[in-house]
């Protein structure tokens, strides 16, 4: 076995993906182990699996940094290293910004609730971050300072549905309501867009006439527990190569031998 490489995880819930990468770092089954998981949610029940494995962890609060910019946006505090009009230039998270209004208010909070996000993670090593259903979109200011080499991205994310169809945040219903045959999950880099960064990897699994909807999100999990693994030992090998697109084309990722 070689080196094992540090991954820290970012969860907004019950943690079920963040439970599959933890047992496949125990096993043995990716040359991994985890070194931090973080939270937005101070109710995640996922923090109860990070206590039981002894993982470091932390909460930053996004709702309450959130509410404090709605009771005193002239006064509420932004990192010092934050350029507003950077960020929003190179969002691509809200159509039609024009940087007053909400989208002010989207990108000051979260480039706020971000830098306490970065303080947190800044006492870990890490050499991959993976989101296992973090619930937050996260901005240029986030992604650019983990993201410093930009042909080596490392934030990966899993999402329910087989993309480019269904981004947004409810892949498996999406799936289900358009009458899909067959469903399937997505680990991809993050870019500035939502849930549009380079491919990794895809699993599938046909949606049978009976099924409801938890039937579909019960069958697309059980995808997802392997599928996160196994693009996490992809990475952990040095095997993602990711390849520009055209211009305005989509980047994709090669899996070398
Ligand atoms: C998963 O379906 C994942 O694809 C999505 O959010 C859900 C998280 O589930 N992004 P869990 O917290 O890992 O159980």
Not at 69 to 98: M, S, T, V, W
Not at 142 to 151: L, S, V
Not at 153 to 182: E, Q, W
Request: charged content about 25%.
């Amino acid at each position: 076995m070689g080196k094992k490489i540090r991954i820290g995880a970012l969860i907004s819930g019950g943690g079920t993906n963040l439970q599959a990468i933890i047992d496949a770092c125990e096993s043995g089954a990716i040359d991994a182990e985890m070194a931090f998981v973080g939270t937005d949610n101070p109710d995640a029940k996922g923090l109860n699996r990070a206590k039981k494995h002894g993982i470091p962890q932390f909460v930053v609060d996004y709702p309450a940094i959130i509410r404090s910019y709605r009771d005193d946006p002239d006064g509420f505090p932004l990192p010092q290293d934050f350029d507003f009009a950077e960020i929003l230039a190179k969002q691509n998270l809200l159509e039609d910004a024009d940087g007053s209004g909400k989208a002010a208010a989207f990108i000051k909070t979260r480039a706020a609730a971000e830098a306490a996000l970065l303080r947190e993670m800044s006492v870990f090593s890490y050499d991959l971050l993976v989101l296992a259903g973090f619930m937050r979109n996260l901005t240029p200011y986030f992604i650019d300072r983990i993201n410093t080499d930009p042909a080596n991205p490392r934030i990966m994310n899993i999402h329910p549905a087989l993309l480019p169809s269904f981004p947004g945040v409810d892949g498996y219903g999406d799936t289900f309501r358009y009458g899909c045959k067959v469903g399937g999950c997505t680990v991809h880099f993050i870019d500035y867009g939502e849930d549009s960064g380079p491919i990794i990897g895809q699993r599938a699994f046909p949606i049978l006439a009976d099924y409801d909807l938890g039937m579909v999100q019960k069958k697309g999990l059980e995808q997802e527990w392997l599928l996160y693994p196994e693009c996490i030992q992809y990475f952990a090998h040095g095997r993602l190569k990711v390849i520009p697109g055209e211009p305005g084309a989509r980047a994709t990722v090669k899996i070398t031998e």
